[in-house]
Nanobody, 119 residues
């Protein structure tokens, strides 16, 4: 059974921090690229950050660059998103996505975790 589960969301004030976790089971996590997406009410899904299967390269959307850090620990089948200096604009449901490196048509999504940043 393939599972991809996000956790770590919550309510914080502007300027606060959260660390999200994405934990996989049921398949070989080290063979997957992983991204964090977010979706705010009434808006389209947005790519937040991306990390290669070995963790050697990362990318970020401009709005979070310098504030968010994506990392992974393949031994724990987990990818993290450290979020600092949070803003109300960061409020959204955050989703983890894993893509098979040998066939990008094969991918999985988690259930999402809510992040709310109060003004």
């Amino acid at each position: 059974q393939v599972q991809l589960v996000e956790s770590g969301g919550g309510l914080v004030q502007t300027g606060g921090s959260l660390r999200l976790s994405c934990t996989a089971s049921g398949y070989r996590f080290s063979t997957y690229l992983v991204s964090w997406f977010r979706q705010a009410p009434g808006k389209e899904r947005e790519l937040v950050a991306h990390i290669t299967n070995g963790g050697g390269a990362t990318t970020y959307t401009d709005s979070v660059k310098g504030r968010f850090t994506i990392s992974r620990d393949n031994a724990k089948n987990t990818v993290y998103l450290q979020m600092n200096s949070l803003k109300p604009e960061d409020t959204a449901v955050y989703y983890c996505n894993a893509v098979y490196i040998y066939d990008h048509r094969i991918n999985y999504w988690g259930q999402g975790t809510q992040v709310t940043v109060s003004p």
